[in-house]
């Protein structure tokens, strides 16, 4: 059964740069929930303090029943059995091999080598990597290849709760299409609640069941994808427009 | 600047010295207790110790095992010179290799060299994971990185560093002798039998205690600064020199007391 999220006035500052204000969101269970914002809007740390990974200074978020903000570690490894993370730099290990990589949740489970290096592999070919690259080590894979072993890592223990941090920047739009297509097959297959970041409106519209748009660290606008299309608030429209004109200013 | 404001700012300076210091220990301090914690609820350590242990242990023997030979052999050299006639260096030159050597040079040396060759590793790598978040991964994979990366090198560091400074021990006193016998001309029996005689248990037990110290400093200054590195590839930079400087610092300091209580 996948978990519901829910943020309440969510904050968080670094220094004397505010980052998240007041942020509020509800992310439907078995939903894939789109966030939409700008570059430097407060995307990656609105996910990481979901994940527990940044302690957002004040606020309400619910993983399922439970408190992000109060847990102890052993509910928080818990919580983390049950997600899978992609991030927006990869994060691979770069002391490991692309298939020790993949299966590290696996192998940290117990199971023998030779069978998760299998399923691994299996991982890999579905994010369009050949078997050849499972010996290889991270530092010798392309950017967007990195950017697909990490997706197969994410998912690899079929988690209830997938967070996608840009899973298409910096891919070719065909790959782009072969990783939304993915998306929504782990969508349908387990019905997992998928949160996905992303600047690429193609993809956006074509996974999103529900969409959300971060602007300045608040969500200004959320709700169906329909809405999004035909926004009549100007910095969703000029966001999804992808326009220079309009009340967001491009930070120069 | 007012009169008053230039009497005040060295004081302030060093107040704020004084402060920075404070909270650096008791950040070190904490991470510490957390180490501890962990260790006794010693579940999960994943095959990683063998692994940091074959690093600190094995592959930094030949540098630690090369400056205590060398070390003997200045040992001797040195004592050598203080003594007026060839008899009463005889006695005493190997008892001064093997004592130095046991409870201040062995440790101390074969600490410093650990220090700068796996410390500065070893804060490098956790750094550079720290910043392109392999740590924060880690933890999403539901794997806890204070016990599958700061805990085994900890121990690695805690267990490896008092056998080498076993075999430094060994091996500097064979540097003497071999000085001793083939340089200085003195006879090799009485070398061996000197330094023998000379050795009691509380030596051993001092320079074991030293390597163990040592040795969690050696790991925790690791790892503290590389897993709270942050900026890039510049505060990895300044993580490895932080590994480094303060475990060198803290050896010397550490040594003093340790030596001063055991005394
Ligand atoms: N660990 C950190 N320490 C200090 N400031 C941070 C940290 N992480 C992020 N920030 C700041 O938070 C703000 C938002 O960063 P974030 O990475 O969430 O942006 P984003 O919306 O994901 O942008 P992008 O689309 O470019 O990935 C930025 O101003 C950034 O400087
Ligand atoms: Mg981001």
């Not at chain 1, 691994?120 to 690259?133: E, F, H, N």
């Not at chain 1, 072969?178 to 297959?189: F, T």
């Not at chain 2, 180490?35 to 023997?61: D, P, Y």
Request: hydrophobic share 50%; proline share 3%.
């Amino acid at each position: 059964m996948p978990e519901s999220i829910t943020l309440k006035n969510v904050s968080k500052s670094f220094g004397s740069n505010q980052v998240l204000v007041n942020a509020s969101l509800d992310i439907p269970a078995g939903k894939t929930t789109v966030i939409l914002g700008g570059s430097g809007s407060g995307k990656s740390v609105l996910l990481k303090c979901i994940l527990g990974l940044i302690h957002a200074d004040s606020g309400l978020i619910k993983f399922g029943a439970e408190s992000v903000l109060d847990m102890d570690e052993p509910a928080r490894m818990a919580m983390m059995r049950k997600l899978g993370m992609l991030f927006q730099s990869g994060a691979l290990f770069d002391s490991m091999s692309v298939w020790e990589n993949v299966a590290f949740a696996l192998l940290e489970d117990g199971m023998k080598p030779t069978e998760a290096k299998e399923i691994a592999i299996t991982k890999l070919r579905q994010v369009g990597l050949r078997s050849a690259v499972a010996d290889l080590s991270p530092a010798e894979l392309s950017g967007g290849m990195k950017k697909r072993a990490a997706l197969a890592r994410a998912v690899c223990h079929e988690p209830s709760v997938i967070f996608y941090d840009e899973p298409t920047t910096g891919l070719d739009p065909i790959t782009s299409d072969v990783i939304n297509d993915l998306i929504i097959q782990l969508q349908d297959e387990y019905k997992a609640t998928s949160v996905v970041i992303t600047h690429d409106m193609h993809t956006a519209f074509k996974i999103a069941d529900k969409m959300a748009f971060l602007y300045k660290g608040s969500f200004l606008s959320d709700g169906d994808p329909k809405d999004f299309k035909d926004s009549k608030n100007p910095y969703v429209a000029q966001f999804v427009a992808g326009s220079a004109q309009g009340p967001i200013e491009a930070a120069v | 600047m007012s009169f008053s404001g230039a009497l005040l700012s060295p004081a302030s300076s060093l107040g704020r010295v004084v402060m920075t210091f404070v909270q650096e220990c008791g950040a070190i301090s904490l991470f510490f207790m957390t180490f501890i914690r962990h260790t006794l609820g010693f579940s999960s350590m994943h095959g990683q110790f063998a692994k940091q242990a074959e690093f600190v242990g094995w592959q930094s023997l030949p540098i630690v095992l090369l400056t205590a030979f060398f070390t003997g052999g200045v040992l001797a050299l040195q004592s050598y010179a203080g003594f007026d006639n060839a008899v009463l260096a005889g006695g005493q030159v190997p008892k001064v290799v093997a004592l130095s050597m046991l409870r201040e040079l062995g440790p101390v040396l074969g600490a410093l060299m650990v220090a700068s060759r796996v410390g500065s590793a070893m804060a490098a790598e956790l750094g550079t994971m720290r910043v392109t978040e392999q740590i924060d991964a880690l933890y999403t994979l539901a794997v806890n990185p204070f016990k599958y990366l700061v805990m085994p090198r900890i121990l690695a560091c805690m267990t490896m560093l008092p056998l080498l400074v076993i075999l430094a021990n060994l091996v500097g006193i064979v540097g003497g002798y071999l000085v001793s016998v083939h340089i200085l001309g003195l006879s090799g029996h009485m070398y061996t039998q000197n330094a023998y005689a000379a050795i009691g248990n509380e030596d051993v037990i001092l320079g074991l205690v030293k390597a163990v110290i040592f040795g969690a400093i050696i790991g925790l200054m690791a790892t503290f600064h590389g897993y709270k590195a942050g900026n890039g590839a510049a505060g990895v930079g300044m993580a490895t020199t932080r590994a480094v400087v303060y475990a060198a610092v803290a050896i010397l300091i550490s040594d003093y007391f340790i030596t001063a209580w055991f005394v």
